[in-house]
């Protein structure tokens, strides 16, 4: 009996070893998440972005009574915190964060809350009670005139 002659095997392609998939997954995954996490460090979506960190004109906060005595109230539409320590008295500043312009989402026993980064202020002073942000709030005029709260 006569060998015949062998073929050459057809040439087979081999998959990827499952260690490189699964590297090339968690490097996809990993590129998603920093995406994602420079989206939330910018003010994009979360301050207005575009328009100034205090007003230029004039503008209605709504009535003053809105703003307790001793206590304080976010206009974040406005984009401005107003406090009232006496009656009558009232201070506003920028509620825009001066860290990355991300507009502070909520005030908690007197500390305004910055979503981005975590920065704190005091809403009385605008102080920085705790970082990343350095620099404070600006203070922009505030006054109550027939009842109502006008900024800028």
């Known amino acids: ?8 095997s057809p040439r087979r392609e081999i998959p990827p070893a499952r ?13 998603a998440g920093a995406g994602a996490t420079l989206a939330a460090c910018s003010p994009e979506g ?5 328009s100034p960190a ?3 004109a004039p503008v209605e906060l709504g009535a003053a009574s809105e703003v307790p005595v001793g206590g304080s109230k976010l206009f974040r539409e406005r984009k401005l915190v107003v406090s009232c320590p006496a009656e009558g008295q009232y201070k506003a500043f920028s509620a825009q ?3 990355a ?13 910055c979503p981005c980064h975590g920065s704190r202020f005091d809403v009385a002073t605008g102080k920085v009670l705790r970082g ?7 203070a922009v005029p505030v006054r109550a005139e027939n009842g109502r709260l006008i900024a800028g």
Not at 46 to 50: A, E, M, T, V
Request: proline share 12%; glycine share 14%.
């Open 1 to 8: 009996m006569s060998a015949s002659p062998s073929l050459p």
């Open 54 to 56: 205090v007003p230029t």
């Open 19 to 31: 260690r490189t998939v699964l590297k090339g997954a968690a490097a996809l995954v990993g590129a």
């Open 101 to 113: 312009g991300c507009v502070l989402d909520k005030i908690v026993e007197g500390e305004g809350n």
């Open 97 to 99: 964060c001066t860290h």
């Open 132 to 138: 990343p942000a350095a620099d404070p709030l600006p």
């Open 46 to 50: 979360n301050s207005g972005s575009g």
